[in-house]
């Protein structure tokens, strides 16, 4: 088994195959998953058997509130786009649940159909976007909370999913339940489950704002912190081909997935994975 380093953020794994991992493999995966955010694998030959079977040797499987589910495997969340569609899901940068109390420790895609061209996933890593930060920033954010929230995504309120895009009729669904739930907040700054290593917890979809903070000054810091996190540096391009697996972590990555195939079919299959409270 190979694991190369990947520009920006995360490493390709090759070498190896998810149906036949031996321990220590596993236990290599799992230290390239804590160390890099995001591990990616090809060639693959996963069933959603195999699929369910792989995320579950890794914590319990969350299943999504709001995407549609695969027919057959409710653990199995469909990420899909079809030709006539025009919006696609994950359109902008954003991490997994980090509106729960305990956001999902990470996901695990595999490519079903993709587009002759286009539909790539951008990542970035909040490891770095935190190691890059000034000092004064560093100090400026180090005991704040941040809120995050599903309802402006999720809700049936002006501008989500649900009012706004064509994802909004049988892809994402259950929008009364993202009106009911509970905004809640997490440091800005964490320290990492697994890695031990600092990462910037806000991101642009689900963070609303500061605790504590006046509204307009909350929206200035993190509109400051996005943009820092933004930054190219930070980022891979992770283009998929059949039999591409990723596997990211919600608490140390962001991830975007591109609209650029308009017309085209991509079909992905997506596992999130039960995660902690954190700190
Ligand atoms: C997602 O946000 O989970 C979807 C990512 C993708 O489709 O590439």
């Known amino acids: ?31 390239a998953y804590a160390d890099h955010g995001v591990i990616f694998f090809r060639d693959q030959d996963l069933t959603e058997d195999d699929h369910i079977a792989f995320a579950e040797r890794w914590a319990p499987i969350n299943v999504n509130r709001f995407f549609a589910a695969h027919p057959d495997y409710p653990q199995i969340a469909m990420v899909a786009k079809e ?21 999902a420790m990470g996901s695990i895609l595999v490519a079903r159909v993709l587009p002759e061209s286009g539909g790539d996933t951008m990542f970035a890593s909040m490891y770095r976007a935190y190691e890059t930060l000034d000092e004064a920033t560093r100090t400026e954010i180090e005991n704040l909370r941040a809120v995050h929230s599903a309802k402006h995504v999720f809700g049936t309120g002006e501008n989500t999913y649900y ?27 964490i320290t990492h489950p697994l890695s031990g290593k600092k990462a910037l917890y806000v991101n642009p979809a689900f963070t609303v704002g500061i605790a504590g903070m006046d509204e307009e000054a909350g929206k200035e810091l993190l509109t400051r912190l996005f943009a820092h996190a933004m930054d190219k540096g930070n980022a891979y391009r992770f283009q998929w081909q059949p039999g591409s697996v990723a596997f990211w972590d919600n608490r140390s990555t962001w991830h975007w997935a591109l609209n650029d195939y308009h017309g085209h079919r991509r079909i992905m299959h997506r596992i999130t994975l039960d995660g902690c409270a954190l700190n």
């Open 1 to 31: 088994m190979q694991i190369e380093t990947l520009p920006g953020v995360g490493a390709e794994i090759t070498g190896v195959d998810l149906n036949k991992l031996t321990d220590a493999e596993f236990d290599a995966i799992r230290q």
């Open 83 to 103: 030709k006539e569609q025009k919006d696609n899901i994950g359109g902008g940068w954003h991490t997994d649940h980090s509106y729960d109390q305990e956001p």
């Open 163 to 189: 009012k706004t895009t064509d994802a909004g009729g049988n892809r994402i669904g259950n929008a009364a339940a993202a009106d009911v739930l509970t905004d809640v907040t997490h440091p800005v700054v």
